[in-house]
């Protein structure tokens, strides 16, 4: 998937309007340039619309470039990030994986640049989108991840990562090679500048996210290794569907086994009931035999 550094709009094609410092909405610098006085008279609004409205959306814009993850490996640590942070987000983020990132309406002209392995947005809602358009949303990601292979690990670590911060500015970046977990690095905007965040306990905490990335060893999908996966502040894993499934079995299934366990002990009490019941009857039994064979009426006890 291809998204391409460079931004050069004509201002013959789009109203002009003025810069805004907003950290949550990243537009392209080209539509973001000095106004004429004679636009003191329009609503900036209306001219943010107005130019908006001239830019190709989801719809139009390529988002496949038929390039695959680069291995096996690259895409299962995709899906595991993907999968587990969807299905905590709910509505309250986007979080997309191998996926084109559009800033930059030439982007289609130039190939160098691929998109964030993994991205998450917050607060604009988790309905399905064919590419992550930012004009569109109106916003860039909070937070992405790149996964490192041999060819592209200098382009992500340089080239890719000054886009993050530069023109996407991205409030958090994080790399990892899943087949190298030592080369796991984050890091924050401050000051429009990437700073190194301090690695604890295997592991970085994102604030956008209020969660962890931590190094976890484990299964997954029949391949053992050292994966990157999102717990809580408090450490707990956030679980693909397939874990959350397969809990909630293991509850049923321990909630079955107590209540047959307290039906078989229900039994257990009835026929021990009866057979006290019984024992009381052949003692009384016996009783009222001796009594008889004494010459006494054992009726004249009732």
Not at 146 to 157: G, H, I, V, Y
Request: net charge negative; glycine share 6%; charged share 30%.
């Amino acid at each position: 998937m291809s998204l391409q550094v460079e931004q050069t709009v004509g201002p013959e094609r789009f109203p002009t309007f003025p810069k805004t410092k907003s950290p949550s909405h990243h537009f392209p610098d080209e539509l973001v340039v000095e106004w004429a006085p004679e636009s003191l008279e329009t609503p900036v609004m209306e001219l943010f619309h107005d130019a908006v409205a001239l830019l190709p959306t989801q719809d139009d814009l390529p988002s496949c470039d038929g390039v695959p993850m680069e291995t096996e490996r690259h895409k299962k640590q995709m899906d595991l990030l993907v999968y587990s942070l969807e299905s905590w987000l709910g509505e309250r983020g986007y979080v997309g994986g191998n996926m084109f990132v559009y800033f930059s309406p030439k982007q289609l002209k130039n190939e160098k640049f691929k998109g964030p392995d993994v991205f998450v947005t917050l607060g604009l809602g988790n309905r399905e989108r064919k590419s992550w358009v930012v004009w569109e949303e109106g916003k860039s990601p909070d937070v992405v991840i790149d996964l490192l292979s041999e060819s592209t690990a200098k382009f992500d670590k340089t080239s890719k990562k000054d886009v993050y911060q530069n023109q996407l500015k991205v409030a958090e970046y994080f790399w990892f090679d899943p087949y190298n977990p030592d080369d796991f690095q984050g890091f924050e905007l401050l000051r429009g500048v990437y700073e190194e965040l301090p690695l604890k306990n295997h592991g970085f905490l994102s604030q956008q996210l209020e969660l962890k990335l931590i190094l976890w060893r484990g299964l997954y999908r029949n391949v053992e290794t050292t994966w990157l996966r999102w717990t809580t502040l408090d450490g707990e894993l956030l679980l693909l569907p397939e874990e959350i499934e397969a809990q909630r079995a293991e509850v049923e299934a321990q909630r079955a086994e107590q209540e047959r366990q307290e039906k078989e002990q229900a039994l257990q009490r009835a026929e021990q009931e009866r057979q006290e019941k019984e024992q009381a009857l052949q003692r009384a039994a016996r009783l009222a035999q001796i009594l008889r064979e004494q010459g006494i009426d054992p009726d004249q006890f009732e």
